[in-house]
T-cell receptor, first 115, second 113 residues
């Protein structure tokens, strides 16, 4: 009964490839996020969607493209992968948009390794 | 823009000792503050949150934090550390109004027997 589930858990690929990470939440939340955690464990917001609408788009290369087919799903597609994309990518969800007082619920992460 | 600083990237305590993890924030409006814990190879789990109600907030696993506006701090404490508390701890701040949750750089807590 995982609340926020991401697939795959591990992803190893070569430079230049295109890959996708999928995320689904069964909490009934209306807002979903992608965070990137680097090798020093620093967490940085990448994107946020509220009811399928993009509301946060941080300074992220346009090789990264999020897609939200419905409010329970938020996928991340990455084109032309680079070594620097290696990180752990976390999906999260919350209720109530970006009012700030709703905690985020995180998935277990996808560890992406680009060789 | 809001920001958060966690003092001490690594804290080591003995089992049974007091745990104190420091967090200072910067915000232009009254903030919402959170502490999360991350165990190895897992996602982040909410420990506790401050959303302008009581300044002393109790969380899960015996942790609590006190919001001190005058010091712009939100330090996390636990009276007696347990081996299972060893993990990465993140303080986070949000101003609401369309802004995302911003995380500190984390503090690794080690507990020795």
């Amino acid at each position: 009964d995982t609340a926020v589930s991401q697939t795959p858990k591990y992803l190893v690929t070569q430079m230049g490839n295109d890959k996708s990470i999928k995320c689904e939440q069964n909490l009934g939340h209306d807002t979903m996020y992608w965070y990137k955690q680097d090798s020093k464990k620093f967490l940085k917001i990448m994107f946020s969607y509220n009811n399928k609408e993009l509301i946060i788009n941080e300074t992220v290369p346009n090789r990264f493209s999020p897609k939200s087919p419905d409010k329970a799903h938020l996928n991340l597609h990455i084109n032309s992968l680079e070594l620097g994309d290696s990180a752990v990518y976390f999906c999260a969800s919350s209720q109530g948009g970006l009012r700030g007082n709703s905690p985020l619920h995180f998935g277990n992460g996808t560890r992406l390794t680009v060789t | 823009a809001q920001s958060v600083t966690q003092l001490g990237s690594h804290v080591s305590v003995s089992e049974g000792a007091l745990v104190l993890l420091r967090c200072n924030y910067s915000s232009s409006v009254p903030p919402y503050l959170f502490w999360y814990v991350q165990y190895p190879n897992q996602g982040l789990q909410l420990l506790l949150k401050y959303t302008s109600a009581a300044t002393l907030v109790k969380g899960i696993n015996g942790f609590e934090a006190e919001f001190k506006k005058s010091e712009t701090s939100f330090h996390l404490t636990k009276p007696s550390a347990h081996m299972s508390d060893a993990a990465e701890y993140f303080c986070a701040v949000s101003e609401g109004g369309g802004t995302a949750l911003i995380f500190g750089k984390g503090t690794t807590l080690s507990v020795s027997s």
